[in-house]
């Protein structure tokens, strides 16, 4: 028996699947090059803004369970493929409508910082995400329409600078979300140093992440969300995640599901994990448990099995725990059946 699964990090509400990209990247594109010929999140972006919000939330609703099969309990949902205001608000009320239709906890968040609309600048974007949309979003949070957890944003060279990501995680912060952002990813623009300041729960990504920034993030308990799908699908150098753990950083793990990385099992992830940035078996089992879960401001009531948290876990059909990370593609197997807040929700068939 396991604790059940945390992931840390998603972009599950989108429309229009990317494999066409993946063929690219296997031909040598990367990700900014796809990024700025307008694909990438903008492909994303368009698909998503013509769908309809029962057809989101149908796609949304499988994705879950998919991932409740491969056991996972408790899920962090971003939005981020609306950009403005009007399709940013769809997404986060998809989510919500997704939190009574399936039996695991979401943390969801607001990200539409997450790319440059066509039509305007960074600066631009910035101006009317702290004008506009942030406080609408507060607005629905405060008359309970909307529950909004965390606030998060792509900090890029070409996306959101430092100190417009700065900006916008603060208006969140002081709108009542926590700052959970993607940091260090393809440059080191000292992003690290930017989040541990200003207090954020988590920054996810990290591959560029300095020494003095992995100092900060220890400083200041912000969690260091891997995602190792993400450095495998883009061939990115991997996140110093030994480094990270020496200096006292937790490290937390998400699957970046998105149409870019598809993969919706933490079961992979961990076996990634351990494989790529080097973490022992056990340190993937805390990483996808009880750390992702303090990533999400919810370990008091996630991330592990103790008297006055959920009844949330995983029965296991195998001779150790340990074949759930090592059956690499063999989780649905392995995993007998799923318990969320203490009712069996899925069996092995
Ligand atoms: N890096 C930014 N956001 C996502 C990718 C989203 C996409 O490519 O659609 C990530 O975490 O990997
Ligand atoms: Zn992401």
């Given amino acids: 028996m396991l604790t059940g699964l945390v992931d840390a990090h998603t972009h599950p509400v989108w429309a229009g699947d990317r494999v066409h990209e993946f063929a690219m990247k296997l031909a040598g594109a990367t990700y900014m090059d796809i990024h700025q010929m307008g694909g990438g999140i903008h492909f994303t972006v368009n698909n998503t803004c013509s769908a309809n919000e029962e057809t989101l939330l149908s796609s949304l609703l499988t994705r879950l369970r998919q991932m409740n099969q491969s056991g996972t309990t408790l899920v962090e949902c971003k939005s981020g493929y609306g950009l403005d205001l009007e399709n940013e608000v769809k997404m986060l009320r998809v989510i919500e409508q997704a939190r009574t239709r399936v039996p695991l906890e979401i943390s969801s968040t607001y990200c539409g910082a997450h790319a440059v609309p066509k039509n305007k600048t960074a600066e631009e974007a910035t101006k009317d995400i702290l004008e506009s949309h942030i406080p609408h979003i507060k607005s629905l949070m405060s008359s309970g329409l909307l529950r909004v957890d965390n606030v998060d944003v792509f900090c890029e060279v070409g996306v959101f600078d430092v100190a417009q990501s700065r900006a916008i995680l603060q208006v969140g912060k002081d709108a009542g979300m926590q700052i959970n952002f993607h940091g260090e990813e393809l440059n080191r623009l000292h992003s690290a140093e930017m989040g541990a300041e200003l207090g954020a729960h988590a ?20 969690v260091a969300v891997a995602l190792p799908t993400t450095a495998y699908m883009l061939r ?23 149409p870019n ?89």
């Fill in 203 to 222: 920054i996810s990504h990290l591959e560029e992440v300095s020494p003095a920034g992995i100092t900060a993030m220890a400083r200041s308990g912000t």
């Fill in 236 to 258: 990115l150098r991997p996140p110093p995640v030994r480094d990270m753990i020496q200096q006292g950083v937790a490290v937390a793990l998400g699957s970046d599901f998105n």
């Fill in 261 to 349: 990385a598809h993969c919706l099992a933490m079961p992979i992830v961990m076996n990634l994990a351990c494989v790529m940035l080097h973490m022992s078996m056990q340190e993937a089992l805390a990483a996808a448990t009880i750390n992702s879960a303090q990533a999400l401001g919810q370990s008091s009531m996630h991330g592990s099995l103790e008297k006055g948290k959920w009844g949330n876990l995983l029965l296991l059909d195998a001779p150790t725990w340990e074949h759930l990370v090592y059956q690499l593609g063999c989780h649905t197997n392995v995993i007998s059946a799923v318990v969320f807040k203490g009712e069996v929700i899925h069996e092995k068939l």
